[in-house]
């Protein structure tokens, strides 16, 4: 049972690409969700979905897409990536109360 | 938004000994959470606390939901203990709000 998996755990892309974080669950959890860690912020909450179909944006969701076509899959699309999305990037799922993280991805934009 | 402010920002601890991190939140949360990030960078959920106090080996924590804070206690560190740990407070829908951490470095 893998639980939880980002891939890929690291990137490194140029500004103004696309780019697509995966993010895959196998515990059928109801909600996911996608942060950012930066030096000095903790977490930051970026989108979350509480079902397929159904997403919502977080506290810092400007530059970002997200797509749950499917309950254990929550991609997360970085439009066209600036310097400032350098990041390292938390998928986590729940069902209810606690929350389980992937390993994260470190994504670096030049 | 809701506020959550950790206390201290960084400790640093002999093994062995006990210490004690703060977390203070602004506003009624549904939930409360301290998660352990390891050197490696994985966050583990420790606690799931909105009040009252658990126990986990030689972790526990304390939450009073009324006054707004709750307490991590790390006793007879070990090495393994260090890292960084953060409070969460959930303020809606399962959505977490988190403090900038606490980093915890115990040496041998």
């Known amino acids: 049972d893998a639980g939880i998996t980002q891939s890929p755990r690291y990137k490194i892309t140029e500004t103004g690409r696309q780019v697509t974080l995966m993010c895959h669950q196998t515990w059928s959890h109801s909600y996911m969700f996608w942060y950012r860690q930066d030096l000095g912020h903790g977490l930051r909450l970026i989108y979350y979905?509480?079902?397929?179909?159904?997403?919502d944006k977080g506290e810092v969701p400007d530059g970002y897409v997200v797509s749950r076509s499917k309950t254990e899959n929550f991609p997360l699309t970085l439009e066209s990536a600036t310097r400032s999305q350098t990041s390292v990037y938390f998928c986590a799922s729940s069902e209810a109360d606690t929350q389980y993280f992937g390993p994260g991805t470190r994504l670096t934009v030049l | 938004g809701i506020q959550v402010e950790q206390s201290p920002p960084d400790l640093i601890l002999q093994e062995g000994a006990n210490s004690t991190l703060r977390c203070n939140f602004s506003d009624s949360v549904n939930n409360l959470q301290w998660f352990h990030q390891n050197p490696w960078g994985q966050l583990i959920n420790l606690f799931y606390i909105p009040s009252g106090t658990k126990q986990n080996g030689r972790l526990s924590a304390t939450t009073v939901a009324t006054e707004r804070y709750s307490l991590l206690y790390i006793s007879s560190s070990q090495t393994t203990d260090s890292g960084v740990y953060f409070c969460?407070?959930?303020?809606?829908?399962?959505?977490?709000?988190f403090g900038a951490g606490t980093t915890v470095t115990v040496r041998a």
């Open positions: 979905s509480a079902a397929a179909d159904i997403t």
């Open positions: 969460a407070v959930e303020f809606n829908d399962y959505k977490l709000s």
